[in-house]
T-cell receptor, first 113, second 116 residues
């Protein structure tokens, strides 16, 4: 089946540093989503992207929908301890119903104060 | 809005026992999804419903798994008989119709299942 390759798998950074993670696929997606999961909780939507080339911000978070429609990245600026968690990308295919969201394996972020 | 409500939060059961996980979606959401999350396989879609009707159950691992949605405000995921390899966190999610529906795609807090 289709897969999303999310990298890096994990990151250990110092508070205040910027963070960048990305997702790539061999297939075209028409929607990209980025989620954050805190320990013991379900994923929470951070940013949704619907058009190729789209660049969207949510506070210190910025995500972009790649021009090729096969990739997306998420940047976090000036990280803080509460940014700790697992970040997931998810993609939806052309013509796919909402049930065809495909998730990456996640990027585990650790922030050292 | 109380969000998607799942119960129980934690379940420990012995191999061979029947397990039932429950989900109450957000009121007015037309779609309901069941996911399983493990370290090895990440988030996997098991089954999803649209207006209480199962649309795609191709992710259900085997016949031991079944899901129902008797009405718009309740769904169950049942495992009978349970096996240790079923140990995982099971998430329920719901979303409104497409056309902005993905922005409302909301997960519950999950049920952590341990089969010993």
């Amino acid at each position: 089946g289709q897969q999303l390759n999310q990298s890096p798998q994990s990151m250990f950074i110092q508070e205040g540093e910027d963070v960048s993670m990305n997702c790539t696929s061999s297939s075209i997606f028409n929607t990209w989503l980025w989620y954050k999961q805190d320990p013991g909780e379900g994923p929470v939507l951070l940013i949704a992207l619907y058009k190729a080339g789209e660049l969207t911000s949510n506070g210190r978070l910025t995500a972009q929908f790649g021009i090729t429609r096969k990739d997306s990245f998420l940047n976090i600026s000036a990280s803080i301890p509460s940014d700790v968690g697992i970040y997931f990308c998810a993609g939806l295919n052309y013509g796919g119903s909402q049930g065809n969201l495909i998730f990456g394996k996640g990027t585990k972020l650790s922030v050292k104060p | 809005d109380a969000g998607v409500i799942q119960s129980p939060r934690h379940e420990v059961t012995e191999m061979g026992q029947e397990v039932t996980l429950r989900c109450k979606p957000i009121s007015g959401h037309d779609y309901l999804f069941w996911y399983r999350q493990t370290m090895m396989r990440g988030l996997e879609l098991l089954i999803y419903f649209n207006n209480n009707v199962p649309i795609d159950d191709s992710g259900m691992p085997e016949d031991r798994f079944s899901a129902k949605m008797p009405n718009a405000s309740f769904s169950t995921l049942k495992i009978q008989p349970s096996e240790p390899r079923d140990s995982a966190v099971y998430f329920c999610a719901s979303s409104p119709r497409t056309g902005g529906g993905l922005n409302g795609y909301t997960f519950g807090s999950g049920t952590r299942l341990t089969v010993v």
